[in-house]
């Protein structure tokens, strides 16, 4: 599973880590994260995150 990384703040999205500051458990791919999903730290959208 691949590391992305918000274009705007530099906020990393780790799948093995999942999304702590969300509840988002280990193991979701960045891909199935849904389409409204948003940075949890400078809330922007999904679109501007890039495959690290």
Sequence with gaps: MDRYVCQICGHK???EKGEPL????P???FTALPANWLC????A???LFKKE
């Design 27 to 29: 193991g979701i791919d």
């Design 45 to 47: 959208e999904k679109s």
């Design 13 to 15: 999205y780790d799948p």
């Design 40 to 43: 949890p730290v400078c809330e």
């Design 22 to 25: 969300q509840n988002i458990a």
